[in-house]
Nanobody
Framework: QVQLVESGGGLVQAGGSLRLSCAAS????????MGWFRQAPGKEREFVGA????????YYADSMKGRFTCSRDNAKNTVYLQMNSLKPEDTAVYYC?????????????????WGQGTQVTVSS
C-alpha cells in the first residue's frame, strides 16, 4: 500500500506560480512512477504530467508543456509539481498518483494509488 498526501494548493492570480507537493509513505517510493492529474468541476480527470522512478524522465500533457514541471526527491519521498504562468482554466483539484508501470502514464487507470487532492484556484 502507498499513502499519498498532496499540499500546496491555494488561490493565486493569473500569471502567478504555485508548487504542489505530494508526500508518499508505505511501499518503496523510489520504485514508483509518479503522476499528476487534475479535475475541474463538471469535467473528466485530466493528465498533467508524470515522472519516472529516478526522475530522469518526465512526461507532460501538451497544454502543460513549458509551464508545469514535475520533480521528485526520493530521499524525502516527495514529488513536486511546479506550476508557472497559471491561467484561470488551470483551476481544478490536483491529484498525485503512483504506479509501478512505466508506460501509458497519461491514463488514470494505469495508476494504483491516489491522494485526496488539493484545490488550485486561479483568479483572473
Amino acid at each position: 500500500q502507498v499513502q499519498l498526501v498532496e499540499s500546496g494548493g491555494g488561490l493565486v492570480q493569473a500569471g502567478g506560480s504555485l508548487r504542489l507537493s505530494c508526500a508518499a509513505s508505505g511501499r518503496t517510493f523510489s520504485s514508483l512512477t509518479m503522476g499528476w492529474f487534475r479535475q475541474a468541476p463538471g469535467k473528466e480527470r485530466e493528465f498533467v504530467g508524470a515522472i519516472n522512478w529516478s526522475g530522469s524522465s518526465t512526461y507532460y500533457a501538451d497544454s502543460m508543456k513549458g509551464r508545469f514541471t514535475c520533480s521528485r526527491d526520493n530521499a524525502k519521498n516527495t514529488v513536486y509539481l511546479q506550476m508557472n504562468s497559471l491561467k484561470p482554466e488551470d483551476t481544478a483539484v490536483y491529484y498525485c498518483a503512483a504506479t509501478p508501470r512505466e508506460y501509458g502514464l497519461g491514463y488514470a487507470l494505469r495508476y494504483d494509488y491516489w491522494g485526496q487532492g488539493t484545490q488550485v484556484t486561479v483568479s483572473s
